[in-house]
Structure formats: C-alpha cells, structure tokens
C-alpha cells in the first residue's frame, strides 16, 4: 500500500479528481482515504472516474444510499467523516452523482450546514473565550490554544466562504 | 394545494388572433395553476413522480426513466437519492416495501397528493405547450 500526504479542501473538489483520476492512469488505485492522506494499491492502469459526496444521516438510509449508487455502477473506494468517495470505470460516456442545479444546489447546503455546525464551538473559543483570557492576562496554555485555534478559524471561515460561493451559484443557476 | 380551474381552457383561435389583451387575462386566469409549494418540478422530479405510478426501486426508477426519455433522461444516482428523500418527506411518494432480492432497496410508489401535485404539473405544462404552439403556429 502506497500513501501520499496531500492537503485536500472541500472546495477543491475537480483538483482532487483530476489528482486520483490521474494516479489511476497510472495504476494506483484508491483504497483509503485519512486525515490529508491519501492510500493507493498498485493496479493495472485504467481510466476511472472519480466523484466525491457528501452526506450526514442515520445508518438505516446509509444502507439505501450505498446500495442505490452500487445499483448505478458506482464503487465506494473511501469514506471519511460525511465525504465519499465513488469511482467507476470509464467507457466513454459522462458520468456524475449529480446533474440537475437543484440536487447540486442541496449538496451544498448540507455542506453548509455542517459546517455551520462545526464552526460554531470554534469561533465560540476563538471570539469570545481566547480573548477574554487575553485580557486577564493568562499566559501559557490559552496562549498555546491561540495557535491552533485561529488558523482553524480562518480556514473554516474560509471553507465557509468558499461552499456558500457554490451553494450560490447553482442556487441562482436554478432561478434562471 | 390549490384547486384548480378545471372549465378554463385555452382556445388557440383566441391567442392567433391577435388579441394580446385576452392573451393575458387568460394567462392570469390559469395562473392557479402551478401554485401549489412544489411548483414547478424540476424534470428529475417530474419523471419520479411519473415512473412510480407502480412500485420500483432506486436503479429501477433509473431505468423505466431512461426508457420514457429515450435515454435523454437519465437520472444521477445522487440527484435521484437527494429527489427520493425529498419527495418522501413531503409526502408526494411513499416507501411501500424492499425488493424481495435485496433488503437494502426500497420500493416507492406515488402518493395521492403526489398525484395531485402531477396532474397540477400536468396542467401548467400543457398552457405553456398550447400558448407557445399557438403563437408559433400563427
């Protein structure tokens, strides 16, 4: 097993599957994804299609999901938190989990809302208790705490910036 | 869901005829039409609703809507997941049973007020058919 160390975002999704389109041409197949890495096994070079979802629900519909993808041709390659990751073999025709605005539009706005959810207790430490603290003038650990917890902040808020971009675009898409 | 006005009917003769005025009344008249909170469909959920006039699974509604269309519809598994779990929540189909070879599909099937909100479809789709064909047609 092979494993490559890359910083994949969100909203960097065409550039991740280029990326493992690419290692697939070159016979390494994705077998599992971690945090920032990325696991292949070698393999007879192919032309594979790749496509990343995203969900979050309870393990019943999960099932029903997976097993609807399969039914479509999809393979589930990795999982990580509320990403999946599909592939399938190409023969020349396009293939997408989604191709209408309004099911892109929603792909989004679960995103959204995740990270919605996520951010709230990290801005809620990185506004309102780091600089309080700051004031008192407690040193050491809360200091320590400032560098994790800002640079998270600002790509989250990043993040956040950059997915409602998208849930945007198909959203005024759909009005058209 | 609105009710619909079912004697109003639109005459080409009135629309080639030039009148733009009575175009328009009649255009508002219909207006009713396309009311109801999930109109208009997107065409995904147009053909769902339409193949699950009989019981089928996910990849079967892939299929029967591909089969309709000719092949120019064919439903993304995601975007018939995102529909499926959409149209189930607000109650327009309805989870009947699971395949007897695979526990892991379910079966849909319309409901009655997914029928309604087609027929209502139905009816603005074809205003738009009759208006434009009788502007055309002139």
């Given amino acids: 097993m092979i494993k490559k160390t890359k910083f994949y975002f969100a909203w960097h999704e065409k550039k991740e599957k280029d990326f493992l389109e690419e290692m697939s041409r070159q016979g390494y197949r994705l077998v599992d994804i971690g945090i920032f890495k990325y696991y292949f096994e070698p393999c007879e070079p192919e032309e594979r299609i790749y496509e990343a979802d995203f969900r979050s629900f309870d393990k019943l519909s999960e099932e029903e999901y997976l097993q609807l993808y399969i039914d479509a041709g999809w393979t589930l390659d990795a999982k990580i938190g509320g990403w999946y990751m599909f592939s399938r073999l190409a023969d020349g025709e396009t293939y997408a989990l989604y191709n209408d605005y309004a099911s892109l539009k929603a792909k989004y706005q679960r995103l959204l809302i995740f990270l919605c959810i996520t951010g709230l207790p990290l801005y809620y430490m990185g506004l309102l208790i780091i600089p309080n603290y700051g004031l008192v003038g407690i040193s050491g650990y809360v200091g320590i705490l400032k560098f994790i917890i800002y640079p998270f902040m600002i790509l989250h808020f990043f993040a956040l910036t950059k997915i409602f971009t998208l849930y945007n675009k198909f959203s005024s898409k759909l009005k058209e | ?138």
């Fill in chain 2, 1 to 138: 869901m609105t009710n619909h006005i079912k004697s109003t009917t639109i005459k080409i003769d009135d629309i080639s005829g030039g009148d733009i005025q009575k175009y328009d009344i009649q255009v508002i008249d219909i207006g009713v039409t396309g009311m109801n909170k999930f109109s208009p469909l997107t065409e995904s959920m147009y053909y769902i609703l339409v193949s699950l006039i009989e019981p089928l699974h996910g990849y079967g509604i892939i299929k029967k809507v591909e089969e309709m269309s000719s092949s120019r519809v064919k439903l993304a598994a995601g975007t018939l997941y995102g529909a499926l779990t959409n149209l189930e929540r607000n109650k327009l189909i309805i989870a009947t049973g699971i395949d007897p070879d695979n526990k892991r599909r379910k079966l849909y099937q319309i409901t009655d007020l997914g029928i309604d909100v087609l027929n209502d479809e139905i009816r603005r789709l074809e205003e738009m058919i009759l208006n434009g064909r009788g502007v055309l047609n002139d």
